[in-house]
């Protein structure tokens, strides 16, 4: 709960304005069944008129304070809740950006999606409970209490047993729920997971007509919720009654005592009764926060989780911030993926000086875009260190390294909005004439000419309205305009036809004197060009060198070339 005050503090004067006026709205309330019962014993007992228009009449004012109260409690007290949860939610999400993939791999995307959403819903909902009633409550019960003391003094023992019962069903209802609302959340993260799966690769789902077994898998993990939710529910459903259950009980004990008492008193006696009802509908209020408090709390240690994540990789105290000129050493580098038990790198080791273009080739799954992950400090070597400008990689500013680093990935990944927009990803600056540049280097002018709105024109989520190479290609050209040190291009052709691989190569190699390229490709005729050529086979180098001294010396590599080109 500590987090969540630590957000109410911050909105604290919404916070206790909602406060004030919830006091004022309870305070009123108290005094509704004082009057009427000073109605009934001295208006209407006694026939006295000008009694009853007088009490009526203070009734009336109070009342309307209280309305008026209630109204602007209501507004302060949503206005707090949207404010924490905008709160929460931009922390959590500001948390994630200085994670590295290792955590978000750890954590997982679909539960950060839910923490983000549905467990922040759940603290607002708390948070709104919280600032509309929970004050009010207590108060309202206290009140009460005293009330029925002071005008029915033979009723306390009743009140105080029906009290105790409550408060001890009210700690048992807690010490039940919270750990079935926790794992209530975690149902909903396999949920989100399920349905993210589907939704990122419903083509290959279609595709293989497997839409029946994903129905199966989605089933499972609802009716896991299901059951999970019943499971929680049933907690609430039980308690919240057995509360109702005991506080009209002592309804009927305290109009049995009334009546042993005699009937001299009827108005005192209709207070007490109503002041019981206020304390039973206190109660079940003080019951319904109490498990919107469960539910908020078992969010709450989710999203702490997140906001007290510790990034993977270290950032040095002096992170360096000095110019990067491009020269790459990885010396004996090894490299797990968290939670593998292989090595996905096996002591890599090579030299790649300013301004060479390196291929990089090897069968599906050798370790080729691992490799260039720990350049840009995506993940951490396990083992050996790998220099740039002959500084290890974990001495750099992270963003300051990033900001000399582009990547242009196979799987080309753009974003909803326009061309224009994705592409100054690369370069917020960039203008017209070195936005034409990389368009001719990419050969994404045809995709241009050929798009309702040219630049303007509106991308879908993915772009999902673009085919392969033309998402490659305007991927590729926004990589290209950010002008970096490093480029990274991580089978960006392999959707592009040999002519028009080859155009973009030849334009590439012009545009890129002077930057460190690592070109990864399975293709011979992509990489051959290059300087230099990294032949990698299962995490481990199996040469370096030019196409030609592999091909002599580097049996792993003439088998790539026999295999496409032929002897």
């Known amino acids: 709960m500590a987090l969540i005050f630590s957000y109410i503090k911050k909105h604290i004067v919404s916070f206790i304005l909602a406060i004030a006026f919830l006091v004022v709205e309870a305070v009123t309330d108290i005094f509704q069944p004082a009057l009427m019962s000073d109605i009934v014993d001295e208006g209407v007992t006694r026939s006295d008129t000008a009694a009853i228009t007088h009490y009526g009449i203070i009734m009336l004012i109070i009342a309307g304070i209280g309305a008026a109260a209630a109204v602007i409690r209501n507004i302060c007290s949503t206005k707090h809740s949207q404010a924490v949860a905008k709160d929460l939610r931009n922390d959590i999400y500001k948390k994630t950006q200085t994670l590295s993939l290792e955590n978000i791999d750890r954590l997982t995307t679909a539960s950060i999606i839910t923490r983000i959403t549905n467990d922040v819903t759940q603290v607002q909902d708390f948070v709104t409970g919280f600032t509309r009633i929970i004050f009010k409550a207590p108060i309202t019960t206290i009140s009460a209490i005293v009330m029925i003391v002071t005008r029915t003094p033979w009723l306390v023992p009743t009140m105080l047993i029906v009290i105790a019962i409550s408060v001890f069903l009210m700690f048992i209802n807690i010490r039940i729920g919270y750990p079935k609302f926790a794992k209530m959340q975690q149902k909903i993260d396999k949920l989100n997971h399920v349905a993210g799966e589907y939704l990122s690769g419903v083509r290959v789902v279609k595709a293989f007509n497997a839409s029946a077994s994903e129905e199966k898998r989605f089933d499972s993990a609802a009716d896991q919720l299901r059951m999970a939710g019943l499971s929680a529910m049933r907690t609430m459903a039980v308690f919240g009654p057995l509360i109702n259950l005991t506080v009209n009980i002592s309804i009927v004990v305290l109009l049995w005592l009334a009546h042993a008492e005699g009937g001299d008193h009827i108005g005192r006696v209709m207070a007490s009764i109503n002041y019981m009802t206020q304390i039973l509908f206190s109660l079940s209020i003080i019951s319904n926060i109490f498990n919107r408090a469960i539910r908020a709390l078992a969010s709450s240690e989710r999203i702490k989780e997140v906001l007290d994540e510790q990034p993977a990789q270290k950032i040095s105290e002096n992170a360096l911030k000095s110019g990067i000129k491009g020269r790459i050493v990885f010396e004996n580098v090894s490299f797990a993926y968290p939670g593998s038990e292989k090595d996905a790198l096996s002591n890599i080791s090579f030299t790649c000086e300013p301004g060479e273009t390196i291929g990089i080739i090897g069968p599906t799954g050798s370790g080729k875009s691992t490799l260039t992950y720990l350049i840009p400090r995506f993940y951490d070597a396990s083992s050996g260190r790998i220099m740039i400008d002959d500084r290890d990689v974990t001495l750099y500013d992270t963003e300051h390294l990033r900001a000399n680093v582009a990547a242009a ?159």
């Open 409 to 567: 990935p196979q799987k080309a990944l753009l974003f909803t909005g326009t061309i224009i927009d994705n592409l100054h990803w690369g370069s917020p600056d960039a203008d017209d004439d070195q936005i034409q540049k990389v368009l001719d280097i990419s050969d994404s002018r045809s995709i241009i000419e050929s798009c309702d709105g040219g630049l303007e024109c509106l991308i879908g989520q993915g772009g999902v309205n673009l085919s392969g190479g033309q998402k490659q290609r305007l991927s590729l050209a926004r990589a290209l305009l950010k002008r970096p040190k490093i480029l990274i291009l991580d089978d960006c052709t392999s959707a592009l036809d040999a002519t028009t691989e080859a155009r973009v190569l030849a334009a590439l190699r012009e545009f890129a004197a002077g930057i460190t390229v690592l070109l990864i490709s399975q293709r011979i005729s992509t990489v051959r060009k290059a300087d230099k050529i990294l032949c990698i086979d299962n995490g481990v180098v199996q040469g370096f060198g030019t196409h030609r001294e592999l091909l002599e010396g580097c049996p792993e590599y003439r088998a790539i070339y026999d295999s496409q080109i032929g002897g």
